[in-house]
């Protein structure tokens, strides 16, 4: 089974930490189901990062995605 499950890397410190975290939450979920559950990581854009390419922080394709 695959789930999609959509994230935010944020600024700052966020993107280093969510390089570090996603890698160790897929091998937790590849351990605990035995390979039969995965998730489909989908970036939504948010702070400064969708600022540059939107020229808004919280861009209205993140807001549809999250309702």
């Known amino acids: 089974m695959r789930k999609t499950v959509y994230f935010i890397k944020g600024d ?5 930490i969510w390089a570090a975290t996603q890698p160790v939450l897929d ?4 351990k605990a189901y035995n ?3 995965s998730i489909d990581w989908k970036e939504l854009m948010a702070g400064e ?5 939107t020229v808004a922080y919280l861009p209205a394709a993140t807001l549809n995605h999250l309702r």
């Open 12 to 16: 700052g410190i966020g993107p280093e």
């Open 27 to 30: 091998a937790a979920l590849r």
């Open 35 to 37: 390979n039969e559950h």
């Open 49 to 53: 990062q969708a600022y540059a390419e």
